[in-house]
């Protein structure tokens, strides 16, 4: 379930484009947005017989799903309408129509409630019930396997660098030997970095991204290192202020997470997703969001079933 660094690459360096501009960091309320009118249209059908836990959202009436709410292009709030935008929020969307129907609706009273959850709270927040599933750039690893569980990947990129554009000198994993590097509390790539680069100073992480993006703008930090998607959304949103390096130095497989034990919700998940591969949606989905950004739209990866 690899993906070659440079489909990756290919994949992903085109992702400077016009976003939505980044606004600071967003509470942890449930999302308020007026349910309206879907932006992507998907064809993705009810489904017919629902495991016993999602039979019981359905019964309740409403989903709990988590996301970022600060990165541009994954899972970022849109402040002109209220609503979340971002690959990782549609797929709260397509299992929330798998479960609902295409009638389903959004916001604080409706079937779909997004939940804002940051790296160092993912985990907590499943466990707890504060939600009931989430897609937030969350990488599949064995470690987080005996915490939670994992549908997908429904997504496969990489970890990268982001500096101020004046900074020419750091470009790879070595050259952040000796530098300080801003990474969020409880990440994947905080983990990444500790192990493959010991030299770089990740003593002081940040609760989120959107934090680590100013500390680098103002100079706290020499650098922000997670996955491309991100970096590029934060490019995007700051004209010629940061620059991205070209090169990823691992492999990130993206996972719907939900609460650990329950393998007939992974099951329905996985299910949901072989079918939006299927009939379209995925594709709707990637193009819907980080196509909108300039990225070229991948086969959609395998999902892994354990």
Known sequence: MRMHRKLALIGLAAVALVAT??????????????????????????ATELPA??????????INF????????????????????????????????????????????????????ISKNREEYLASGKIDALAATYTINDERKLKVDFAGPYYVTGQGILTLASKTDINTLEDLSGKKVCVAVGSNSLT?????????DVSAPLADYSACREAVENGTYDALSTDLPILFGFKSTSGDTFRVSEETFT????????????????????????????????????????????????????????
Request: aromatic share 8%; hydrophobic share 30%.
């Open 21 to 46: 501009a980044c606004q600071g960091k967003a509470s942890e309320d449930q999302e308020s947005a007026d349910p309206g009118t879907k932006a992507i249209t998907y064809t993705m059908p009810a």
């Open 53 to 62: 836990a999602l039979q019981a959202i359905k019964d309740r009436g409403y």
């Open 66 to 117: 988590g996301s970022k709410f600060d990165q541009p292009t994954t899972g970022q709030r849109n402040p002109a309408t209220g609503k979340l935008e971002g690959f990782d929020t549609e797929m709260g969307r397509l299992l929330a129509q798998r479960i609902f129907g295409a009638s389903y609706t959004e916001g604080d009273s409706g079937n779909l409630r997004f939940v804002e959850t």
């Open 192 to 200: 990444n970095l500790q192990k493959l680069n010991a030299k770089a």
């Open 251 to 306: 492999t990130e497989p993206y996972g719907i997470a939900t609460k650990h034990g329950d393998k007939e919700v992974r099951d329905f998940i996985n299910d949901m997703l072989e079918e939006a591969y299927a009939n379209g949606d995925w594709i709707k989905a990637f193009e819907g969001t980080l196509g909108k950004a300039g990225a070229k739209t991948p086969t959609p990866p395998p999902v892994v079933r354990y």
